[in-house]
């Protein structure tokens, strides 16, 4: 039976999103696709459009992030068709998400946005996330927008010793 290459790439895409709990970046999404060549770039952000039109994926950005999920409509879309994936790519991509399981969960629960606050000041909001829960949404005000982006890039690299410092000194 052949298929039109696109269909596959949008099969592969809503699996991957269908296998983990958390929203997927779409660096993490990309970095798979092109590193085991399934297609190129260019395709890709035509099968990410299309998902996304379709209403079978769902998109968030923030801070020039940009994280997916599965739409329940891109779940029964699967369901029908996610037979058409191949064995041996969906070995790939079990093998994928097994691998990198922790890095690519931290770096979907782990978010920080800054925007310009109607006082003038910059706000850096910074949150941590299990599955669909807050554990922490911490908002500072900053006078510079410098500032705020910088407290946004700590958090990234800072969340787990502040979240347990937090919860040493509350509890």
């Not at 779409?26 to 952000?45: A, H």
């Not at 000041?121 to 705020?148: C, F, G, Q, W």
Request: hydrophobic content about 40%.
């Amino acid at each position: 039976m052949s298929q039109d290459p696109l269909t596959l790439y949008k099969l592969i895409v809503l699996y991957m999103l269908d296998k983990v709990q958390f929203k997927l970046t779409y660096s993490q999404i990309s970095g798979f696709i092109l590193e085991k060549e399934y297609t190129n770039f260019i395709t890709l952000q035509q099968v990410i459009s299309d998902l996304q039109d379709s209403e079978l994926i769902k998109a968030d950005t923030l801070m020039n992030r940009t994280y997916f999920s599965i739409t329940p409509e891109g779940q029964n879309t699967l369901a029908y068709f996610g037979n058409r994936i191949g064995e041996a790519i969906i070995n790939d991509i079990d093998a994928f998400l097994a691998e990198n399981h922790l890095e690519l969960k931290n770096e979907a629960s782990i978010m920080a946005n800054c925007y310009k606050a109607t006082s003038g000041e910059y706000e850096a909001e910074l949150i941590a996330r299990e599955k669909d829960v807050e554990l922490v949404n911490i908002k500072l005000s900053v006078p510079t927008k410098d500032m705020a982006e910088a407290v946004c890039e700590s958090w990234y690299n800072k969340n787990e010793k502040i979240y347990k410092y937090l919860m040493e000194e509350l509890f």
